[in-house]
């Protein structure tokens, strides 16, 4: 009769087990982000290739809906990032230019994270989405998740996927708390051995800010430069 509860007991655990859902920090996190017009972090960016760490930038990045963000950057110098909904901007003061490009061309690697800005559901970035059991999280409530980014056709739509896409595309990994479904870390890593890495504290919901942070207005004697954003900010692809 023991015997029988054991066998009856690990029987209930496994059924549990199979109706847990792996993906739920990431509902979690979908439902955090969406309850929210606008959203406020502090970020650290760091640049790596071949597992050498190149350049490591910090700031301030603000994300509203439909469609916004604007990454300031404090250090090593002052940068800006901003997509206003239409255009992706990159303006750098030292240089007194700013370059624009529109912002379902852009290849910058922040692009993918207007995901924050937009319906907030991962499925209009990642073709498929699942748990990376090998690579270990940097928080100790945290769960990582790898990411294959859609492929979008020449119609705008996903393309189908094929062994030799998925070969070569690059390799997004998404740390999510657990229980608060908070966005730690997004980790991006091409084919050819460039990385990069985000790094997320002090979300704000809400903060006041004003919608005129969101759009960009080029000071006096800055040049607009039309094109693709700097290669250093973009996939790291030439």
């Given amino acids: 009769m023991g015997a029988a509860v054991l066998i009856g007991g690990a029987g209930c655990w496994s059924a549990w087990a199979q109706k847990v859902d792996p993906l739920e920090p990431i509902r979690r996190m979908e439902r955090r982000y969406r309850a929210a017009k606008t959203l406020q972090v502090t970020f650290l960016e760091r640049y790596t290739e071949s597992g050498r760490t190149t350049r490591v930038e910090s700031g301030v990045a603000y994300f509203r809906r439909p469609g916004k963000m604007r ?3 404090a250090a090593p110098e002052n940068n800006l990032f901003l997509i206003d909904g ?47 059991a090998d690579e270990k999280p940097e928080g100790s409530q945290g769960v990582v998740f790898r990411c294959r980014l859609r ?3 020449t119609n705008g739509g996903p393309k189908a996927s094929t062994k030799e896409s998925d070969q070569t595309q690059d390799m997004v990994l ?18 050819g051995g460039v990385g990069i ?5 002090k979300w704000r919901d809400d903060p ?4 005129a942070l969101f759009h960009f207005e080029a000071p006096r004697g800055v040049a607009i430069v039309n094109g693709e954003l700097p290669v250093e900010r973009g996939a790291g692809k030439e």
């Fill in 197 to 201: 890495e985000f790094r997320f504290e």
């Fill in 151 to 153: 492929d979008e056709g």
């Fill in 174 to 191: 998404l740390e999510v708390g657990s229980d608060t479904g908070e966005l730690s870390r997004i980790v991006i890593r091409d084919k």
């Fill in 86 to 132: 239409k255009n992706a901007w990159f303006y750098v003061p030292a240089d007194h230019t700013v370059t624009r490009v529109p912002a379902k061309q852009s290849t910058d690697w922040r692009t993918p994270l207007a995901l924050l800005a937009g319906e907030t559901k991962v499925s209009k970035v990642c073709a498929k989405i699942e748990l990376a």
């Fill in 208 to 211: 006041v800010v004003a919608e």
């Fill in 71 to 73: 990454w300031e950057y």
